[in-house]
């Protein structure tokens, strides 16, 4: 992974850098308005990069307006805008429940009329927008009359938000089947004059506090909104530059995606902030900002390359996983005294998981996280787990291997050498980043009180 460090954006350096793109992604709250008032210059810039030949398109976070929606709001400020331009993860959310979780059933949505409307032009049907009264007592809270049809919690903006909807989310997301999405984690709002109200980052953080797990965000700095806008305009990553007001969202999304990047200083993220990623040390900081000095442009560069020195992926998986798909059945190990790691799961010790492919040259390790345990726990303890009958559930994680992390096997457990003997082991983590590793498990549970978890390895292009 190679960076390159940041200039000021002024004279000779804008035209090289226009020169150096086809596409400009645009964020749209904190950079082309706040609120409804448009950002001094944003409009001409925008309408001057398309008169120029240049593609424009609007990524953001905020999810309470339908793509025509955005694009009416643009036109009635002066914006030369086109729905098909504009991915706001009101949409976006609605396509990656269609086409990546493949939902069939309702949506119990924590969210907006907008939200609704794209569920709905996907053919997803919702329930619980609008406001959710409390009434009864708590044993009837508990009790509450849930939709059997409903198979995915959905969370985004909601203004009706209340301790009723928390309670209803909670008890759908209780059954282990139920998908758990959110927009985004965008803890505020920017508005006119400075101000700004609590974002969907702290509705979607009570949801999962109350439902004890993690939800899967699709908005920035998630890849899908990249994706998603790229399967229906073949962009091409290295002209493409991700303009936004945010490190950890705008910017984060196109050093994850590999494109060039601009933080502007009309929203949230601040020069102080981003010199503290770049002082940070850490490489996953540092993907948020590299800033020289502070200056007194408008625009800030913070240009990410992913060149070279990062994870080699042909050295680890085959890149065309469907067509071995079978053939890398993995076996699933938890090791370091498993029982003794999930007693200590409350003190802030960590376990660690490996997963073995039983046709791969590498285990991949990873520090274990309540869901983890969670999961293990539950295949060990068989004879006391409330089994699911002879069902099947799926889990889908995005795992980045942490190339320059090889582990000494030597420094491991028992258990785990004796797992991994003959194979180099490599750190992985969590992760929505470029260099990734998809594993899925599918967890079956059979009525003899066993279950057992087949995993699948594959490394996306
Ligand atoms: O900055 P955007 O356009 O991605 O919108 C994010 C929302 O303001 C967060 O609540």
Redesign the pocket.
């Known amino acids: 992974m190679s960076r390159s460090k940041c200039t000021r954006l002024s004279g000779a350096l804008v035209e090289q850098l226009l020169d150096s793109v086809d596409s400009v992604l645009f ?6 308005w706040r609120g409804d008032q448009a950002i001094t210059g944003a409009s001409e810039v925008i309408n001057l990069l398309k008169e120029h030949g240049k593609k424009v398109f ?6 309470t307006k339908t793509r025509k929606m955005y694009a009416d709001k643009m036109s009635s400020l002066g914006f030369n805008v086109t729905a098909d331009e504009v991915f ?2 009101a949409y976006c959310c609605a396509v990656f429940l269609k086409t990546v979780c493949r939902l069939e059933g309702k949506v119990y949505l924590m969210g907006s009329n907008a939200m609704k409307q794209e569920l709905e032009a996907v053919g997803v049907q919702q329930v619980g927008v609008g406001p959710d009264h409390v009434s009864g007592q708590q044993i009837d809270w508990a009790n509450v009359p849930l939709d059997p049809e409903v198979k995915a919690v959905v969370v985004g ?1 909601d203004e009706h938000f209340s301790y009723m909807k928390l309670n209803r989310a909670m008890q759908y997301l209780v059954q282990k089947d139920c998908l758990f999405v959110g927009t ?1 984690r ?5 508005l006119e004059g400075g101000k700004a ?1 609590p ?3 702290c509705l979607l953080q009570a949801v999962e506090t109350a439902a004890q797990r993690q939800a899967q965000t699709v ?2 700095p998630n890849h899908f909104m990249f994706d998603c806008l790229a399967a229906q305009f073949g962009v091409e990553r290295e002209r493409c530059l991700m303009v ?3 490190l950890d ?2 910017i984060l999304l196109g050093s994850n995606c590999g494109l060039k990047t601009l933080l502007t200083l009309t ?2 993220s601040t020069v102080a902030e981003a010199e503290a990623h770049r002082d940070s040390g850490s490489a996953e900081r540092q993907g948020m900002g590299t800033i020289q000095k502070k200056d007194a442009a408008r625009f800030i560069c913070t240009k990410t390359s992913f060149q070279g020195g990062g994870f080699d992926s042909s050295s680890y998986l085959p890149k065309a996983f469907w067509i071995g798909l079978s053939a890398i059945l993995l076996l699933v190990v938890v090791a370091l005294g498993l029982a003794g790691h999930l007693a200590l799961a409350g003190s802030g010790s960590k376990g660690l998981i490996c997963y073995k492919p039983v046709d791969q040259d590498s285990c991949f390790l990873q520090t274990m996280v309540r869901s983890d345990y969670e999961h293990v726990g539950s295949l060990v303890n068989a004879s006391g787990h409330k089994l699911c009958g002879n069902k099947m559930q799926r889990r889908t994680e995005f795992l980045g291997v942490l190339a320059a992390s090889q582990v000494n096997v030597s420094s491991l457990e028992e258990p785990l050498q004796t797992l991994c003997q003959d194979r180099s082991v490599h750190w992985t983590r969590r992760t929505d980043g470029k260099q990734r590793l998809v594993y899925f498990c599918i967890d079956i549970c059979f009525p003899s009180n066993i279950c057992v978890s087949v995993c699948f390895y594959y490394l996306p292009e």
């Open positions: 964020d749209c709250d904190g950079v082309i609007f990524v953001t976070n905020n999810s706001g993860t903006f985004n965008d803890t505020r709002l920017p109200v974002g969907t980052g908005g920035k936004g007001d945010r969202t705008d929203g949230v």
